[in-house]
């Protein structure tokens, strides 16, 4: 294990057998969370989801992340339904057709850490939430293609940024961001879902980063809710999460959390960026 310090920053420069510590994690939480979208339907609690992902956790040999973050948090997913933006505590709570649900997820084998969220219908949608979903999930495509050696961070932040604003008037929430991630699930740097490019730490091989817009079908400002985790739009409007855990490598951005290594995805972008 490296450090690079850089503006105030300890950022953990991973080996090449601690980054495949990282990918047994991140296939952990990543056929987790195929799970649970499988598991996604009317009726269904989000105590009932939490339950499913805590058991495959465990059984592929991982350790939930997020049970027991802080001392504080009880359970093992995140699930947050429509205006719930992060952190949303699982519970007795029913799904009801229409709903959108963003589920994060985390977890641990042999001290490394893999971490991603996903954001399901539940039954049928209106296309506006189908549009947020899909902005959503393709500007964390975007900012991943820019998570290469020799870039800065607010490369990342840019290409998120980018291309939630040319597809509509999206609220781009601010306060909460992206994060390193390796022996620990929140390091540095942080990693913001917008700004000007060019600016932070240079990417070089060994970082890891979760990079994880967050947008709303209205403004970007938050509330957090009595129960001191859920993050909730100001304004009552639904909310998209999504995430990966990316390593930076010679061969370019290998998303950890992705079954596939995020090759099809990334391949598909590239084959558009090509003249």
């Known amino acids: 294990m490296g450090l690079l ?8 420069l991973k080996t090449e057998a601690q980054i495949a510590k990282m990918r047994e994690a991140g296939l952990v939480v990543g056929r987790t969370l195929e799970l649970l979208r499988g598991a996604v339907a009317p009726g269904v ?19 939930p992340s997020f049970k027991g973050y802080h001392g504080t948090y009880p359970a093992t997913i995140c699930a947050s339904v429509d205006d719930e933006i992060v952190h949303g505590i699982p519970g007795p709570r029913k799904l009801r057709e229409g709903d959108i649900i963003s589920i994060d997820c985390g977890a641990i084998v042999d001290g490394w850490h893999g971490d991603a969220a996903i954001t399901v219908p539940v039954g049928e949608v209106s296309s506006k939430l189908t549009a947020l979903m899909e902005v959503c999930e393709g500007a964390l495509w975007r900012g991943l293609a820019a998570a290469v050696i020799d870039h800065r961070l607010t490369d990342i932040s840019h290409a998120v940024e980018s291309y939630i604003r040319a597809a509509g008037p999206y609220g ?16 540095d ?12 730490p240079r990417l070089v091989k060994g970082m890891a980063l979760a990079i994880e817009p967050m947008i709303t079908l209205g403004n970007r400002h938050t509330r957090l809710l009595a129960d001191d985790w859920t993050v909730v739009t100001a304004d009552g409007s639904y909310a998209a999460h999504f995430e990966h855990t990316v ?29």
Not at 172 to 187: D, L, T
């Open 247 to 275: 390593a930076i490598t010679e061969d370019g951005p290998w998303v950890l959390t992705a079954l596939d290594g995020g090759r099809a995805q990334l391949a598909e972008l590239a084959a558009v960026a090509s003249p």
């Open 5 to 12: 310090r850089k503006q105030d920053e300890m950022i953990e």
């Open 172 to 187: 781009v929430i601010e306060e909460y961001v992206g994060h390193g991630i390796g022996s620990a699930m929140h390091q």
């Open 189 to 200: 740097p942080p990693v913001p879902n917008y700004g000007r490019p060019g600016r932070g």
């Open 45 to 63: 609690t989000t105590a009932a989801l939490d339950a499913i992902a805590e058991e495959h956790i465990r059984d592929s040999g991982a350790v």
